[in-house]
Structure formats: C-alpha cells, structure tokens
C-alpha cells in the first residue's frame, strides 16, 4: 500500500492569506474599486479593537479563531461611499461622518460578506465547517483600546495592513489556535458556486408555469345568498 503525500501542509500563514483575498475580493467587487495588502505581515502578541471603526467576528467548528478589522476614518468612509454609490444611492443621500449608524451597518454587512467568503472558502479547500457569529461594530475614540477575550489554547495573532484606492489605510487581524492542515490523499478542490449559474439551472430545472387555475364552482354558501336575492 502506498503512502499518503504528507508533504502538503496548510498553516496560520495560509489560513491568513486565504483571509485578505477574500478581504480584497470581496470589497473590490463591492466598491468596484482596487484593494491591496501589503506582502509583509506582522506577528503580534493579542488582537485589538481600535480606533476609528473596529469590527470583529468570532468564528468556530474544524478551528476557532477571531477576526477584526480596525478601520481609519477616511477608509472607512471611502469603502461606504464607493459602495453606495455603486449600489445607486446619490451622493447627496449620503451620511458624512464615520460615526453616522449606517456607516457602521455597512461596514457590518461588508463584514459579514468577507467572513463568509472566507468560510466558503474554507470549506471547499481544507474540507472542513467553521461557523461565524454576526459581526459587532464600534467607533471608537483615540483613547479607547478594547481586547477581545477568545478561548483559544495556543493563540497565534497576526496583522495585515490594507490599502484602499485612495491609499487610506485599515488593518485586518487574526487570531486562531495554532494549528496545521496536512494533506491526506490528493483531491481537487471545488471551484466556487457561481450565483448566477445556479439561478439558472434552477430556472431551467423548474417546472412550466401552471394555467390560471378554472373558476371554481359555486359554493353552498354562494347558492343561499342567491336563493335570498343578495
């Protein structure tokens, strides 16, 4: 019997990678705009929340970990205006201040789209389920520092800084058990499902629409209110 090729291995630095492309894919088809992430990263000791916006996201299942992405307040108003006005909404509509509630809403929500891409992404090529729980956003002042406590053996935390189109500047960090992926048997990893072309083929695999149904025949209760004139 032969041996399995162990030689393939999939560690924090791969799990991180995975995460900032699906950070920079995600907010560039949002924004319609070019992101980027520089090619070193930063091993710190603990991951916090900082100013001007910071978000997290908990996740857990095959490895627990933490996401948080500190935003500046140029970025983060940059990211919430391209995407707005790249959904439709007029400029003038707009919120001005990065401390507005539904600067922080989008942000969440482009949050939640990058950690589930990134779960997806999980799936598909490590094969294994991990779980996120619904991103929490803060603004936060120049003077406020908050930790995020995570049940995790052996932590390991990395940063990755970000620029936008503009060349502002946030930071996404990680945190997750240290832990490594080691390849058992060969196998291709699945492409990821195209939106539109399962609409499709659920369109074409849906049965013909049905006539308008035949006027149904009159009731017992149509026959007495006839039988008294009404």
Do not use: W
Request: hydrophobic share 45%; charged share 20%.
């Amino acid at each position: 019997m032969s041996k399995p090729d162990n030689s393939v291995v999939f560690g924090t630095e791969d799990i991180l990678l995975s995460l900032c492309n699906s950070v920079t894919r995600v907010l560039s088809v949002a924004t319609q705009s070019q992101l980027r992430f520089s090619g070193m990263v930063q091993r710190i000791s603990k991951t916090c929340l900082k100013p001007d916006i910071g978000c997290f996201v908990l996740f857990d299942g095959g490895f627990s970990g933490l996401v948080v992405i500190n935003f500046s307040a140029p970025a983060a108003m940059e990211l919430y205006e391209t995407y707005m006005l790249t959904m439709g909404m007029a400029k003038e509509e707009l919120a001005t201040s990065h401390t507005a509630d539904e600067v922080s809403n989008v942000m969440g929500e482009l949050m939640n789209q990058i950690v589930g891409d990134f779960t997806g992404k999980v799936a598909r090529e490590l094969q294994t389920h991990i779980t996120q729980n619904q991103p929490k956003m803060l603004v936060l002042n120049k003077q406020v520092m908050l930790s995020v406590d995570t049940n995790l053996d052996a932590p390991e935390s990395r940063r990755v800084t970000f620029y936008t189109a503009r060349n502002n500047i946030f930071y996404l960090e990680l945190a997750i058990d240290r832990t490594e992926f080691i390849k058992l048997v060969d196998f291709k990893a699945p492409d990821a499902p195209d939106p539109d072309a399962l609409i499709d083929a659920a369109c074409a695999g849906a049965p013909a629409s049905t006539p308008a149904a035949a006027v149904s025949a009159p009731s017992d209760h149509s026959d007495l209110l006839d039988s008294l004139g009404m």
